[in-house]
C-alpha cells in the first residue's frame, strides 16, 4: 500500500550546484549525500519539505544510468516520483497482476531499502519508484516551516489525456484522483489532484490545450511527464524578494493575483537548473490552506 510521497527525483548537470540554488533562492538547506549504485548516480543530494518529502538531486556521466539517459533525451528535470510504501511485494503483486511494465526485475534489495520501478510507458508519461525503506534511512524530521516554507504543495504532471493518467495511479497504486476541475485557464485546461498521503501535497495532472500554455509547450518539447514543483509560502511577497536577492528573475517579474488556488510566482527552468518552480500562498478559500496556527 502507498502512504506517502518519499520524494521526487531531480536529474540535474551538478548536484552541488542546485543545492545551492535551491538554498540561495528559498532558504532550503541542503544535505550532501553517498552516491547510490542503484541510480549510477556520481553525486547526490536532498532537500527537505516541511510536510514529510524530499527533493532528491542527483547527477552522473555514466552514460548507461537512468540520472544521464534521463538529462540527455529530455534534458535536466524532474526524473521520477517516489512513492513510499509499507509493502512492496504486495506493490510488485498489484503491478504486475494489472500488466504494468517495470523497468526492475521484481523488488531490488539495496541499503537505503527494497525498490521496485514501473516505467513511465505504464503510469502515462511518469516513471513511479516505490520504495520500503530499510531502518534508519530516509526518516524526516524537518520542521513545520523552513524559512517560511510551509511545504511541497504539488508536484505538475503535463498529460495529454487527464482521464488516462488518471486511471493509471488508481489502477496500479490505488491513488485516485479527487476535484477534477475542467475550467481552469479560461476553459483551456483540466487538472486533478492525485494524493499520496502527505499533509497538503498532491500531483497535480494537468491537461492543457490552450496555444501558449507553459503546459503545452513542455508537451510539445519533451512529451509528457514531470514538469514542475510548486511550493508553498507563507508570505509570497517575502519569498519572491529572497528569489530576486539571490539573483534569480520572477517570470513576467510580478506576482499573480488572479489564480483561484491563491498568490502565485513562477521561476523558470533556466534559473533551477532544469524545472519550473511555482511558489504559492494559498488563500484562506484554496484547496490546501493551512490555517495560520499550523504555520509553526
Known sequence: MVIGLLNVTFAVESAAETLDIFDRSIGLPGERLDADGFYG???EGRIAFPNGCWLHVMDSQQSSSPIRQHIDLRG???????????????????????????????????????RLVV????????RVELLEPASGHWVHDAPSSISGVLGLQHVGVATRDI?????????????????????????????????????RLWLHATESWGPSARVRRFLDETGPGLEHLCIEVADIREAVVRVTGAGIPIHDHKIFTNREDGFEAFVYPEHTSGVTMELIEPYPTSRGYRPQAERG
Open 41 to 43: 548516480s556520481a553525486h
Open 76 to 114: 535536466p528535470g524532474l526524473e521520477r516520483v517516489v512513492l513510499l510504501a509499507d509493502d512492496v511485494e504486495a506493490a510488485l503483486e498489484r503491478v504486475r497482476g494489472r500488466e504494468a511494465r517495470l523497468e526492475t526485475d521484481g523488488v531490488v534489495e539495496t541499503p537505503s531499502g527494497r
Open 119 to 126: 516505467s513511465p510507458e505504464s503510469v502515462a508519461g511518469v
Open 163 to 199: 482521464q488516462e493518467t488518471c486511471h493509471a495511479f488508481e489502477h496500479l497504486f490505488g491513488l485516485r484522483a479527487e476535484d477534477v476541475r475542467d475550467d481552469q485557464h479560461g476553459g483551456e485546461q483540466m487538472d486533478a489532484m492525485v494524493k499520496p498521503g502527505n499533509d
